[in-house]
């Protein structure tokens, strides 16, 4: 057995054992090397209450080369990309160290969502939006949360903001690509169900996450 | 005089209670083993006598100062001149160990201390041993084993107090009395180093890169005091050497990664082979050269090996401080042009350091870019080739706005008054001022008056036209 593998079922097992952190790491599938994990939201942050799942992928030369991972939960933060997920952060470049573990750098993510950093953004729109409103932008990063991670949605603020902007800011508000919800709307579906369905599946384009178009429509039709 | 007292005692015990001492004595012998298997060599045949080797850890480093004893005041001898003393001062964190050969009388621990036959310091680097022994003495009491405290006494240092020997204001001091300071000192280094060794080979420490617990003998300790396991450091290293990626090869640790620490050729010599060693060091050195801003490419396409600039460049005269000479293929070259060595004394054509002055001028004062530049080649000499370039572009200016050149011997001429045909002062071609065509000598007129051509009516330039004016107002 390579030190690799060892090295991953450790940290694995390790964070299997470990209750108190709440970050899990499961398998996709039987690669040791492909892996989901996921930590909560953190407090005090438009995140909270969400549960947030990251794909990650162990590298040959593992621990020696970072681990790449990648939000698969939609996440509205200027370091993340809104479309494909990317996570802009140093310990994943070139800060990595062979002694930071997949628990350590799923906790460093987590406090990444704390303290965004607009300067050194993956997210332009997203940075932009965050520094000229940051009130409407929690606004946003709390909605998708809600509608994505699964979090409480809107605290105080019930009914007001996100609601009343209309089906076409819907699209833009719940992270979708107006294309993609014109393509399935053609089809005969209700706008509205369609923009649902596409949140529901985490929807990016039939690339991302091999979400096929029939797997759309088999959910429109439920 | 106690001792007949003693025998009367010894007599006292009966047999179950020798018993009780024998299996006393074996329970502390087997507690010792277990504890301390390196300090206790076994017991001889009859099975009373017993060899302990103490070391001192003191589990932190303490100074050492070793010094002669001072001179007894009261000998015939005192009144010459006091000696100079010498003094030794090392660290350490360990001392030799205190040899102790011991026999356990048959009623101790009940009744009797154990008998201390013979005890001494490994290169008697302890005089005092005598106080020692009585003070090992003075800790038994009554009924109550005793080796174990002896064992730790000696182990922790502890005993160095009682003797006196530690500083009374800082305890990390400890003052040695030995009659030759010089000759115990590397003894006591020597020791301290292989004991520090072979205790870091027997520990098991974690590596946090395998997450695996490994002997320090499979471990390396670096500078900066991590701990990680062999295998590891050399996977990463080689991988680090084999891209090419030498900034990484250093400590795995966030916060030396973070810091850039960097390992040392001693380091990287223990971990990985020797040709990944050169490696290293191959690519250790490219980078510092490309670092370096002192040091110049040699212009020789075939070779392009970094030039270092001489040590006393700078107090070279300026015309000598340009010269590098490249150290694999001896071309000796002009640091600001890069053209081969054109002396001292000749300046560089402009065209070919114009780059450089540019370069200067464009940064700004102060940067870095400019520091870079000024390292290279000598602030003085970058300033002065400012300069030339700077008054050289004014003469260029001011050669091509107020000068022609001469179409027949490329002079350049300057007018200052009259008009504007022009017979060379050197070579008699005639030419136009305004445009540097030649003209036919026989009618050089002819260029000005031809309606066609760009120059008519303009033998005279307009420079003039006020004073025409002023003569037609008048």
Known sequence: ?222 | MTQPVEEVYSLVLDADQLEQCTSMQQDEFGVLESIYPEFVSSRNLDGDALKLEIPVQFGTTKSVLISEPPPPSNTGIASLPEKKQTLQSISLTTLPPILINITLPRSYPLQKPPVITSIRATHIWLSEVEVLQSTLIELWQTAEPVLFNWIEYIRTGDFLEKLNLVSPGNSDIIALPHPAPRLIAPLLLEYDSSAQSSQFAQNSYPCSVCLTSLKGSKCLQLKCKHIFCRTCLEDFWKMCIAEGDISRVGCPDPECVKKANEAGEEEVARVVTEAELQRWKWLREKRNVERDPTVVHCPVAVCQAPVPKPIDADKETPGWSRLRTCPRCGYSFCAFCRRTWHGPLDKCPIAQYEHLALEYLGAEEGSPERAKLERRFGKANIIRLVATYEEEKANMQWLSSSTMQCPGCQCHVEKNMGCNHMTCWKCSQHFCYRCGERLNPDQPYAHFSNPKHGCFNQLFDVIDVPEAEWELEE
């Open chain 1, 1 to 222: 057995m390579d030190a690799r593998l060892r090295r991953v079922n450790k940290e694995i097992s390790d964070c299997k054992n470990d209750k108190t952190s709440q970050i899990k790491i499961e398998l996709f599938d039987e690669s040791p090397f492909h892996l989901k994990g996921s930590f909560p939201g953190p407090e005090g942050t438009p995140y909270e209450g969400g549960l947030f799942e990251v794909d990650i992928v162990i590298p040959d030369s593992y621990p020696f080369q970072p681990v790449k991972m990648k939000f698969i939960t939609k996440v509205y933060h200027p370091n993340v990309s809104s479309a494909s997920g990317a996570i802009c952060l140093d310990i994943l470049k070139d800060a990595w160290s062979p002694v930071l573990t997949l628990k350590s750098t799923l906790i460093s993510l987590q406090s990444l969502l704390c303290s965004p950093e607009p300067n050194d953004p993956q997210d332009a729109e997203v940075a932009k939006h965050y520094m000229t409103s940051k009130s409407s932008f929690e606004e946003t990063a709390t909605y998708w949360t809600q509608i994505y991670a699964g979090g409480p949605g809107p605290k105080e603020k019930k009914g007001k903001g996100v609601g009343g902007k209309g089906v076409q800011d819907e699209v833009a508000i719940a992270g979708l690509e107006r294309a993609h919800v014109d393509r399935f709307e053609t089809l005969g579906f209700e706008r509205s169900k369609v923009i649902d369905a596409l949140r529901r599946l985490n929807y990016r384009g039939p690339n991302i996450a091999q979400i096929t178009d029939d797997r759309v429509v088999e959910e429109l039709l439920k």
